[in-house]
DNA sequence: TGCCAGGATGATG
DNA sequence: CATCATCATGGC
């Protein structure tokens, strides 16, 4: 078995990741933790299993692959430090104390692109549901037993109709219309990442079914580019309720993706409007 | 039954 | 340019 191949390594302090706060933020969507808080996850038809113990974030990979997985959990950075300068308003710096020891995911851009299309008005459990089964038909099965992401030319090869099973609706014409981009080479994934970041996200919302939403979290969490802060509703709401007037995002800089997820995680896990006080 | 889920689109003022 | 019905589906 590929078991024999696979040690177990350090990926980090628990201080600097934590894992249930990273892999259920919403960011992702293919972890899963099992009966022992051991989360499962295929990246890149990449297998990691990866957990805590004594305040060690230990996991068990092809040792090939750590470099990978660090450069995935984005621990070249020190999130600690960054979050430092989150003192003003005093509403993100609750945020940022909040969900200290939340990564931003380095994640696969062709996988990140389908996911939020899939995640657009659909629920976590339903969106992880949905991309589930759509690896589990269309991905390839790899040694452990699990799914790879479809690539691009597979689900550019299906029809509305192979697609049913999915049960994901609408979204349907928005996947086939986006991989087929990419496959085309209307859309070129790899190319966006050399670009700047207002190039690369006109580029990707010129695509139909992807709009400034999606466009937003693909930017940052597909291309890891952190210096876009985002434009939907709620979270305006949010910045016009907590932040001082004539807050601009833009002080935070090359940060501004950070306090993204910090503000999204503390809303969302305080039910979103209760704490932010709008309907 | 009705409403919501981190939306996007096209038509309409 | 802002608003709005519509889209498909599952969960509560």
């Given amino acids: 078995m590929q078991s024999e191949t696979k040690t177990e390594y350090v990926l980090a302090s628990a201080s600097e990741l934590s894992l249930k706060k990273t892999f259920e933020c919403g960011q992702c969507f293919r972890w899963d933790a099992d009966a022992n808080g051991v989360y499962h996850g295929i990246v890149s038809g990449k297998a990691l299993t990866v957990w805590e113990d004594n305040g060690r974030i230990l996991c068990d990979a092809d040792g090939e692959d750590i470099p990978f997985w660090r450069t995935y959990f984005d621990l070249g950075v020190d999130y600690n430090e960054m979050s430092q300068f989150f003192t003003e308003p005093p509403y993100l710096k609750m945020c940022a104390d909040f969900g200290r020891g939340i990564r931003i995911l380095r994640q696969d851009p062709w996988e990140a692109l389908i996911s939020f299309i899939i995640s657009q008005c659909n629920n976590i459990p339903r969106i992880k549901k949905i991309i589930s089964s759509l690896c589990a038909y269309f991905g390839e099965a790899l040694p452990c037993g699990l799914f790879a992401f479809p690539s691009a030319s597979v689900l550019a090869g299906l029809s509305e109709k192979d697609m049913a099973p999915l049960r994901c609706g609408y979204r349907t014409e928005y996947i086939l219309n986006a991989s087929r981009a990419v496959i085309s080479g209307e859309l070129d994934l790899h190319a966006l990442t050399r670009l700047p970041s207002e190039e690369a996200f006109a580029q990707v919302r010129r695509i139909r079914g992807i709009g400034d939403k999606v466009a937003n979290c693909f930017m940052l969490y597909g291309l890891h580019q952190?210096?876009?802060?985002?434009?939907?509703?709620?979270?305006?709401?949010?910045?016009?309720?907590?932040?001082?007037?004539?807050?601009?995002?833009?002080?935070?800089?090359?940060?501004?993706?950070?306090?993204?997820?910090?503000?999204?995680?503390?809303?969302?896990m305080n039910e979103h409007s209760d704490a932010l006080g709008c309907s």
């Fill in 226 to 268: 952190m210096d876009r802060f985002p434009i939907d509703v709620w979270m305006k709401r949010a910045l016009e309720r907590h932040f001082p007037n004539n807050f601009n995002p833009a002080v935070l800089g090359p940060y501004a993706g950070l306090a993204q997820q910090y503000i999204f995680y503390y809303t969302r």
